[in-house]
């Protein structure tokens, strides 16, 4: 059966640490693969989108990495700080609609 | 003002009841989405539209309709609300742009109704 797993656990990190998170998913073949953040009590904000043929993508404070074979992406937030406190989705695009993780909760100290 | 607003944000109701949630949007997308999000599950698509005359089920669309009132409007309806359906609900758009598939357009979420059924 298809699965998307995020870390189960949420990530606490201090102030300025990088913050990694993990998407694994099985029986996608996903051609792009999207990041959100989910503050509590708003819908999701979209973050970044990566291509299959992408290695790796950077927006500002924030790096995705995509590998195919390993059926694995990682969300990386550098110099992080309190404002990234937050819960981020990973999600799969797959024939009709994307398929979306339950999400890593970040809190960062300060 | 938000680009997508969904309506109500908050309801209490009870077993049996129809509810209606309503979404609209100023984003001028063709594409539109209704998601219930459960603690620990993710988001599940319900029901999906790519434009004013196409209606799609998604992957748990039993106990749920929608309508397409117009290229803005996408509502959803529970016909005979259930305690299962308590959860939030969020809908979505997006761009159908030049690339066809869903995967590469940005989804844009409203900020969710809140749904109770006691």
């Known amino acids: 059966s298809q699965k998307i797993e995020q870390n189960s656990e949420a990530l606490n990190i201090q102030e300025g640490k990088t913050a990694t998170l993990t998407c694994n998913y099985t029986?996608?073949?996903?051609?792009?693969l999207q990041w959100y953040r989910q503050d509590p009590g708003r819908g999701p904000v979209f973050l970044l989108l990566i291509r299959e043929n992408e290695k790796e993508k950077r927006k500002e404070r924030l790096k995705v990495t995509f590998d195919t074979t390993l059926k694995q992406s990682l969300f990386h937030i550098t110099a992080s700080q309190p404002a990234d406190s937050a819960t981020y989705l990973c999600?799969?695009?797959?024939?009709?609609?994307?398929?979306f993780g339950a999400g890593t909760t970040v809190t960062v100290r300060a | 003002d938000a680009d997508v607003t969904q309506t109500p944000r908050n309801r209490i109701t009870k077993t049996g009841k129809r509810i209606m949630l309503e979404c609209s949007q100023t984003k001028g997308h063709d594409r539109m989405y209704w998601y219930r999000q459960d603690p620990g599950l993710g988001l599940r698509l319900i029901y999906y539209s790519f434009d004013v005359k196409d209606i799609n089920k998604g992957e748990i669309s039993d106990g749920y309709s929608v309508s397409r009132q117009a290229q803005a409007k996408f509502s959803l309806s529970l016909e005979s609300a259930i305690p299962n359906q308590t959860a939030l609900y969020f809908c979505a758009t997006s761009d159908s742009g030049t690339v066809g598939p869903v995967g590469y357009q940005p989804q844009h979420f409203g900020d969710g109704t809140r749904l109770s059924i006691l």
């Open positions: 999600a799969l695009d797959g024939d009709y609609k994307l398929s």
């Open positions: 029986n996608y073949s996903p051609a792009y």
